[in-house]
């Protein structure tokens, strides 16, 4: 049976933890700061979990 391949894209936008959590950068930490308070840009700034019905998914196309 052939090796399962790893989604390039996913590996780039996800990560698994040690203990099985998946987590994703939160959407609008990249640009336009000037527009954003630095209290909002600061919680921009930390990973989140991803929801437990997309988390599934996400762990197949990383061969986890």
Do not use: C, W, Y
């Not at 921009?44 to 061969?63: N, R, T």
């Amino acid at each position: 049976m052939p090796k399962n391949k790893t989604h390039s894209g996913t590996k780039k936008r996800f990560r698994v933890t040690g203990s099985g959590k998946v987590m994703r950068e939160q959407a609008g930490h990249v640009h336009k700061f000037h527009e954003k308070t630095p209290q909002k840009a600061r919680r921009l700034s930390k990973d989140v979990l991803v929801s437990p019905a997309d988390a599934p998914k996400i762990k197949k196309l990383l061969g986890k």
